[in-house]
């Protein structure tokens, strides 16, 4: 199963990208409270897309693509867009004692997902992040 959606780069998809999520997750046979955890891990990465990827730009004809695979054994979640590099080393969550909102995005995928690693793309992409879980 591989489902794949592309979406503006902007705060008001975000909301487009949990339900794209959720109607994904819908179709597979997992427990409610995993699928809830996938589906938060999705909307950090795509709001740490559209907040860090494109941050200083105020308007962007730019979309982002989510690529939800499954196999037997685990979930490969892709993530593709046009914003900065990201330098994989420099992306890391605040500290957890530091009491404000924000800045747990990395924190949740990391405790929620398996894995977490920026690859090359070769399809005029800039960043592609795949996030996987065993299920």
């Not at 995928?109 to 894995?115: L, S």
Request: overall charge neutral; cysteine-free.
């Amino acid at each position: 199963m591989s489902e794949a959606k592309d979406f503006p780069v902007n705060a008001a998809s975000l909301k487009e990208v949990r339900i794209f999520s959720r109607d994904v997750f819908e179709k597979i046979s997992l427990p409610q409270e995993q699928k809830d955890e996938l589906v938060l891990a999705i909307a950090e990465a795509a709001q740490n897309i559209v907040k860090h990827g494109y941050k200083g730009v105020d308007e962007t004809t730019d979309r982002m693509e989510i690529k939800i695979s499954l196999n037997d054994t685990q979930l490969e979640i892709g993530f593709y867009d046009k914003g900065k590099p990201v330098v994989p080393g420099n992306v890391q969550h605040r500290k957890l004692d530091d009491i404000k909102p924000g800045g747990l995005g990395t924190f949740f995928i990391k405790q929620i997902m398996d894995g977490a690693v920026f690859k090359k793309d070769q399809e005029g992409w800039v960043n592609h992040l795949v996030i996987t879980k065993k299920i």
